[in-house]
C-alpha cells in the first residue's frame, strides 16, 4: 500500500516551534526515556488542537497504534545507534563517526518527520469538537497514554504544565 504524506504540510512548521519553545525539548525527552513517550504523537496533539480536533484516549490509541510500526522498525534503531555513538563502540567519539552520527541524527529527524505526516493524515480524518480541548487535556491524555502504571500523575506535572503551555501558545 501506498501512501502518499505531505511531510511539508502545517503540522511541520508548528510541530518546529513547539519543539523549540524553553524547556518542551528537555521536559518531552525526559518523558520519552521515562515512560516511552512518542514526541511525534506529542507535536501532533498541538496540530489536532489547532484544528479542532479532540484527542481522547480512544483517538490517541489509534493514532498510536497507526504509528507503532514505524517508530518500533525505523525512529528507535535509528535512535539507539546515534545514542550509541556518543561514547563508543571504537573508534567512537571521534571527529569521523562525530560527523556520522550527526547523518544518523539527520536521518532519524527525517524518520521522525514522516511520522509527524501520517499522524498529520489521521488527525485530519478525526471529527471536529464543537468543545475544544485544552493543550493541559491533550498532553494529559498523551501522557497517560504512555505512562500507564509506570508513573504517578504527580511526577509528570511539572513537565504537564510546560508541554501544555508550550502547545497553547501555537494554536493559533
Known sequence: M??????????WPRALAIYREPGFAEAAIRLQDTIGLDITILLIAGHALANGRRLDAAALAKLDAIVEPWRREVVLPLRRIRRRLKAGPAPAPSPATTAFRSEVQRVEIAAERIALALLAAKVAELPHTATPQSP???VATVIAHFAGARTSEAAADADLSLLAEA????LG
Open 2 to 11: 501506498t501512501t502518499d504524506l505531505d511531510v511539508d504540510g502545517p503540522h
Open 136 to 138: 493541559r487535556d491533550a
Open 167 to 170: 502547545i497553547g501558545r501555537h
